[in-house]
């Protein structure tokens, strides 16, 4: 079975610093990776996805994620955080086929301080 | 532009009324979802419709129930909401494959 660990519950950066958000999942192929943001009592928001090809995926925002296969990874990373990016963020993992189910991880709250 | 839309926003009822919660969507995709998210959670899978066909489950309970009457909409019906089932309710769309997954700004469903 699929399975993400977000091992960070909260993190905290400075406006400006730099962010890496972890993650790791657990699948027997090639999954899809995806990372969505959710700011408090809103939908989710799709940060970006990868599917293969390239491992450096470039998103929304500003933020980029590599997929590190050897290291079932695909990490959330930001150069210079703006106060805006305080939410919470999750990864995903779904499987290549019709009717595919995504499975979250547990999330990783992002709080910027000023 | 195509999209995933969640009726309504928010959704207040009583405890023990039946509660209807609606998706649409333009995307023309296959299958749609149904996840459920409580506070300070990761969204949970309640079941999925590829087409006509309704997939729960497990751990879903029978107090939640679905309708897809055409390739368009579907509907999340919870019986008798307990106060427990208060969450933010996703409705997701998805293609031939993960790639296309995409969700509705979903509901929050208060419980008093």
């Known amino acids: 079975a699929q399975s993400v660990t977000q091992p960070d519950i909260h993190i905290t950066v400075s406006e400006g610093a730099s962010l890496e958000l972890r993650c790791n999942y657990s699948?027997?192929?090639?999954?899809?990776l995806f990372w969505y943001v959710q700011s408090p009592g809103q939908g989710l928001q799709l940060l970006l996805k990868y599917f293969s090809g390239d491992t450096l995926v470039q998103g929304i925002k500003g933020f980029e994620a590599e997929f590190k296969r050897s290291q079932s990874s695909f990490n959330l990373r930001k150069p210079s955080v703006h106060w805006s990016d305080a939410a919470e963020y999750f990864c995903?993992?779904?499987?290549?086929?019709?009717?595919?189910?995504?499975?979250f991880g547990t999330g990783t709250r992002l709080q910027v301080t000023l | 532009d195509a999209m995933v839309i969640q009726n309504p926003r928010y959704q207040v009822t009583q405890f023990g009324k039946p509660v209807t919660l609606s998706c649409s969507q333009t995307?023309?995709?296959?299958?749609m979802y149904w996840y459920q998210q409580k506070s300070s959670q990761a969204p949970k899978l309640l079941f999925h419709y590829y087409d006509k066909d309704f997939n729960n489950e497990a751990d879903t309970p029978d107090n939640f129930q679905s309708r897809r009457p055409n390739t368009s909409f579907c509907f999340l019906d919870i019986r008798s909401p307990g106060l427990g089932d208060a969450a933010m309710y996703l409705c997701?769309?998805?293609?031939?494959?993960?790639?296309?997954?995409?969700f509705g700004s979903g509901t929050r469903l208060t419980v008093v």
């Open positions: 995903a993992v779904g499987y290549i086929g019709t009717a595919s189910k995504l499975t």
């Open positions: 997701a769309t998805a293609g031939t494959d993960a790639g296309g997954y995409t």
């Open positions: 699948y027997g192929a090639t999954p899809y």
């Open positions: 995307l023309n995709h296959n299958v």
